[in-house]
């Protein structure tokens, strides 16, 4: 089965930073990866999510890229503000069909002002 | 956008009782829902998918027969936790996924947070 590593567990930077976290994928079948933000005690929320047919692609401060050669990939936040300090969770999957999502453990984003 | 509710948000209850847990997608038909359970500052844990008329398949080590799930239209799910215990108090979080437009994503509810004395 899929098998998603992510990291770091834990990022912290300060208000204006960049931030960038990393996920692994197992599956080479895998065409779908999603990012979550978790606000504490709060539903994940889809931020972004890209397919295997593209490398990268952006919305305003968040972008994610991905090398299917490697099987990995990134999330990238620029010009980080307080209110992005949340859990992120990476995911794999496959596109269409009965599959199971793979989440990766996720990464406690702080950003102190 | 796709919309998940869950209900209720929070419950508590005595060790014994069983509580029932409604999963619903409001906006569009959920072929299939994931149920998870997260403890503080942990990922997600799988504990069973459904499909829409089909039972639930569950991951291992989850009990089916503590952890009962029924799928019984397009816009509903319920988990059941029977005979609870207060080492089931945790954060149970169900998802939704559809068809069409709606087919690739994961749709998260807003959990529930269960506290069993």
């Known amino acids: 089965g899929e098998n998603v590593e992510q990291h770091p567990s834990t990022l912290s930077v300060q208000e204006g930073d960049s931030a960038v976290i990393k996920c692994t994928y197992s599956?080479?079948?895998?065409?779908?990866f999603p990012w979550y933000k978790q606000e504490l005690g709060k539903r994940p929320q889809l931020i972004i999510d890209?397919?295997?047919?593209?490398g990268e692609k952006k919305d305003q401060r968040i972008a994610v890229t991905l090398n299917k050669t490697a099987k990995h990939f990134s999330l990238h936040i620029t010009e980080t503000q307080p209110e992005d300090s949340a859990v992120y969770f990476c995911?794999?999957?496959?596109?269409?069909?009965?599959?199971?999502?793979?989440f990766g453990r996720g990464t406690s984003l702080i950003v102190h002002p | 956008g796709a919309v998940v509710s869950q209900h209720p948000s929070r419950v508590i209850c005595k060790s014994g009782t069983s509580v029932k847990i409604e999963c619903r997608s409001l906006?569009?038909?959920?072929?299939?829902m994931f149920w998870y359970r997260q403890f503080p500052k942990q990922s997600l844990m799988l504990m069973a998918t459904?499909?829409?008329?089909?039972?639930?398949?569950?991951e291992q080590g989850v009990e089916k027969d503590k952890f009962l799930i029924n799928h019984a239209s397009l816009t509903l799910s319920t988990l059941t936790v029977t005979s609870a215990h207060p080492e089931d108090s945790s954060f149970y979080i169900c998802?939704?996924?559809?068809?069409?437009?709606?087919?690739?994503?994961?749709?998260f509810g807003p959990g529930t947070r269960l506290t069993v004395l």
């Open positions: 998802s939704a996924r559809g068809t069409g437009g709606f087919g690739d994503t994961q749709y």
């Open positions: 599956d080479s079948a895998s065409n779908y």
């Open positions: 890209i397919r295997s047919n593209v």
């Open positions: 995911a794999a999957s496959l596109t269409g069909g009965s599959y199971i999502p793979t």
């Open positions: 906006d569009f038909q959920a072929t299939t």
């Open positions: 459904s499909n829409e008329g089909s039972k639930a398949t569950y």
